[in-house]
């Protein structure tokens, strides 16, 4: 066996190395996380899991994120694919502007829009909704999905729009009985980073939401009790917050490994 | 293959500009709005002009943020382009073992941020992390909480451990689209392994590679949560990055005016760096292909 070939399997055995000790401490008592070093918990204990199965805190933190999360997801994939249409099929005024001004709006530093988001959200009543945490989200995964979808669409031959017109196809059916099923893997791998980046954010996440529509990782930070670091059941909410997204990938990791040819750039 | 030019196709374009519209403009508008003014309660506002601006670049405190995030920013790029492309070449192409490395690849992604500080908070001390025990084992005094450089290490380290993957999976998937043609063609020809990299696999991964790039400069230009979790920006003001700096403005001592023209400089500063490097890898790709 060549060397090279070991790399791959190295990597990502010690990329697992954090999330291992993640799950480590999750079956360990706060004694043990803060006393010796031990490389497997002595004492596995589910307890740590039970608070966190009990409190409906952190459930209803749960379907919150995923709320909001559906719905980012949903309504960016929905919004850019006609619009990385037009992008990948015509020239059309200004163009290549939108297109680089689209993605400028991904690098406005979170931090910047927190107080405006708050207002905006506030004054039209849709603070503390699951709405205000995806409209906000979308600002930084829709320009993505367009740059995205745009590269799939690229690699799609324009031949097959004309021949579907030829055919006598209407835009709207040709776009959903042709087009779109020969750009599903890019659709796969679209949802997945809009899911992706909006699962993980939490400074706008929190900011726009107070009680009702906590998200999951908001409700961590209060394990921060009055006795210190309540470690352990941090570890376990941590858990948690990855089974969501490997199941994601699990569905898509044939829509990534199918690969886009970026016609674009 | 010219496109043809059609402007009714702003109309398929309409609904993604309504809604970054409101997302994006009308927020900017109302920072502008802030930078020019001096907010003394909620119905007293004074123009002050570009008073906030002047105060905010004759800062030394912002300085330094910027030096260290203009540092960490390319060191991040220097570590984790050429590991993910290498990751990415190195990562079995069929069957289970392709599907199990990605799902394990893409891992580290799928954490919310603030758990990812979190779980280096602790793998990275000496006394009860896998890592700080191993790293003094090794001899070195390592302390993440006192040493400046030891934080600006993990930090980065974190970072790389965190984003690799993104790299790895944007290139991975272009790499899956290269015809098997292609390197039937090399293999005729006798081609090295390194000259397929450098003449069919690395020219058709410059799509995928711009959009890494552009995505980890921005992301890690504007990097919070985890630097917050980890340190809290500190010891010192190590690892205090331009976002820690800005929200420590305008939330702890809540100076709206100087946060707002800070937060204006800092976007363009993003803006100005992503449009060199967007520019710079987009017109490389016309040079080759005329």
Same mark, same amino acid.
């Given at each position: +066996?060549?060397?090279?070939?070991l790399?791959?399997?190295?990597?990502?055995?010690?990329?697992?190395?954090?999330?291992?000790?993640?799950?480590?401490?999750?079956?360990?008592?706060?004694?043990?996380?803060?006393?010796?070093?031990?490389?497997?918990?002595? &004492?596995?204990?589910?307890?740590?899991?039970?608070?966190?199965?009990?409190?409906?805190?952190?459930?209803?933190?749960?379907i919150?994120?995923?709320t909001?999360?559906?719905?980012?997801?949903?309504?960016s994939?929905?919004?850019?694919?006609?619009?990385?249409? $037009?992008?990948?099929?015509?020239?059309?005024?200004?163009?290549?502007?939108?297109?680089?001004?689209?993605?400028?709006?991904? =690098?406005?530093p979170?931090?910047?829009?927190?107080?405006?988001?708050?207002?905006?959200?506030?004054?039209?009543?849709?603070?503390?909704?699951?709405?205000?945490v995806?409209?906000?989200?979308?600002?930084?995964t829709?320009?993505? @999905?367009?740059?995205?979808?745009?590269?799939? =669409?690229?690699?799609?031959? !324009?031949?097959?729009?004309?021949?579907?017109?030829?055919?006598?196809?209407?835009?709207?059916?040709?776009?959903?009985?042709?087009f779109?099923?020969?750009?599903?893997?890019?659709?796969?791998?679209?949802?997945f980073?809009?899911? =992706?980046?909006?699962?993980?954010?939490?400074?706008?996440?929190?900011?726009?939401?107070?009680?009702e529509?906590?998200?999951?990782?908001?409700?961590m930070?209060?394990?921060?009790?009055?006795?210190?670091?309540?470690?352990?059941?941090? @570890?376990?909410?941590?858990?948690?917050?990855?089974?969501?997204?490997?199941?994601?990938?699990?569905?898509?990791?044939? %829509?990534?490994?199918?690969?886009?040819?970026?016609?674009?750039? | 293959?010219?496109?043809?030019t059609?402007? !009714?196709?702003?109309?398929?374009?309409? /609904?993604?500009?309504?809604v970054v519209a409101?997302? $994006?403009v009308?927020?900017?508008?109302?920072?502008?709005? %802030? #930078?020019?003014?001096?907010?003394?309660?909620p119905?007293?506002?004074?123009?002050v *002009?570009?008073?906030?601006?002047?105060?905010?670049?004759?800062?030394?405190?912002?300085?330094?943020?910027?030096?260290?995030?203009?540092?960490?920013?390319?060191?991040? &790029?220097?570590?984790?382009?050429?590991l993910?492309?290498?990751? $990415?070449?190195?990562?079995? =192409?069929?069957?289970?073992?392709? #599907?199990?490395?990605?799902?394990?690849?893409?891992?580290p992604?799928?954490?919310?941020?603030?758990?990812?500080?979190?779980?280096?908070?602790?793998?990275?001390?000496?006394?009860?992390?896998?890592?700080?025990?191993?790293?003094?084992?090794?001899?070195?005094?390592?302390?993440?909480?006192?040493?400046?450089l030891?934080?600006?290490?993990?930090?980065?380290? +974190?970072?790389?451990?965190?984003?690799?993957?993104?790299?790895?999976?944007?290139?991975?998937?272009?790499?899956? $689209?290269?015809?098997?043609?292609?390197?039937?063609?090399?293999?005729?020809?006798?081609?090295?392994?390194?000259?397929?990299?450098?003449?069919i696999?690395?020219p058709?991964?410059?799509?995928?590679l711009?959009?890494?790039?552009?995505l980890?400069? +921005?992301?890690?230009?504007?990097?919070?949560?985890?630097?917050?979790?980890?340190?809290? *920006?500190? /010891?010192?003001? #190590?690892?205090?990055?331009l976002?820690?700096?800005l929200?420590?403005?305008a939330?702890?001592?809540?100076?709206l005016?100087?946060?707002?023209?800070?937060?204006?400089? %800092?976007?363009?500063?993003?803006?100005l760096?992503?449009?060199?490097?967007?520019?710079?890898?987009?017109q490389?790709?016309?040079?080759?292909?005329?």
């Amino acid at each position: +066996m060549r060397p090279s070939r070991l790399i791959a399997p190295l990597y990502l055995l010690l990329s697992l190395v954090p999330i291992y000790w993640l799950v480590s401490m999750s079956l360990k008592t706060n004694e043990e996380i803060l006393g010796p070093f031990s490389l497997f918990p002595r &004492l596995p204990t589910l307890a740590n899991y039970l608070v966190i199965f009990t409190e409906p805190d952190w459930r209803q933190g749960y379907i919150n994120s995923l709320t909001y999360v559906g719905i980012n997801t949903v309504l960016s994939v929905v919004l850019a694919l006609p619009a990385a249409y $037009a992008f990948s099929r015509y020239r059309f005024l200004g163009d290549t502007h939108l297109f680089f001004w689209l993605l400028t709006n991904r =690098m406005a530093p979170p931090a910047v829009f927190l107080l405006p988001f708050f207002q905006l959200y506030s004054s039209i009543g849709l603070f503390d909704t699951p709405w205000a945490v995806a409209l906000a989200h979308m600002l930084f995964t829709v320009p993505l @999905a367009v740059w995205i979808l745009e590269g799939f =669409m690229s690699g799609v031959p !324009r031949e097959i729009d004309e021949t579907a017109y030829i055919d006598g196809y209407s835009f709207p059916r040709f776009f959903l009985r042709i087009f779109l099923p020969l750009i599903r893997s890019g659709v796969g791998v679209t949802a997945f980073f809009c899911f =992706m980046f909006s699962w993980v954010e939490l400074l706008l996440a929190r900011t726009l939401t107070s009680v009702e529509t906590k998200p999951i990782a908001a409700t961590m930070t209060r394990t921060v009790s009055a006795a210190g670091m309540d470690w352990g059941v941090l @570890a376990a909410a941590g858990v948690l917050t990855l089974i969501p997204g490997a199941v994601v990938i699990y569905f898509v990791r044939n %829509y990534i490994a199918k690969g886009f040819a970026l016609g674009r750039v | 293959m010219d496109k043809p030019t059609n402007n !009714r196709a702003w109309l398929l374009v309409l /609904p993604v500009l309504a809604v970054v519209a409101f997302s $994006a403009v009308i927020p900017l508008m109302t920072v502008v709005n %802030y #930078s020019v003014q001096d907010i003394l309660g909620p119905e007293q506002h004074i123009f002050v *002009g570009t008073e906030w601006f002047r105060k905010v670049l004759r800062d030394p405190e912002l300085h330094g943020a910027l030096r260290r995030q203009l540092g960490f920013s390319l060191a991040v &790029l220097a570590i984790e382009i050429p590991l993910g492309i290498g990751l $990415a070449l190195a990562l079995p =192409m069929k069957g289970r073992s392709a #599907s199990v490395s990605l799902v394990v690849l893409a891992l580290p992604l799928l954490i919310p941020w603030n758990v990812v500080g979190t779980i280096w908070q602790i793998f990275a001390r000496g006394d009860i992390g896998l890592l700080g025990l191993v790293i003094n084992a090794l001899g070195w005094k390592y302390n993440y909480t006192a040493d400046a450089l030891d934080a600006w290490l993990t930090v980065l380290a +974190m970072d790389v451990w965190h984003w690799t993957p993104l790299v790895a999976l944007l290139c991975y998937s272009g790499l899956r $689209a290269i015809p098997e043609a292609f390197y039937q063609a090399a293999r005729i020809d006798g081609a090295s392994a390194w000259a397929t990299f450098r003449y069919i696999q690395l020219p058709r991964l410059k799509g995928v590679l711009t959009i890494a790039v552009l995505l980890r400069f +921005m992301d890690s230009f504007m990097i919070y949560t985890e630097p917050f979790v980890l340190t809290g *920006g500190g /010891p010192g003001n #190590s690892t205090t990055f331009l976002s820690q700096y800005l929200t420590r403005l305008a939330v702890g001592q809540f100076d709206l005016g100087p946060a707002a023209a800070f937060s204006l400089v %800092y976007f363009l500063v993003v803006l100005l760096f992503s449009y060199i490097f967007y520019t710079a890898m987009t017109q490389q790709g016309q040079e080759k292909a005329s």
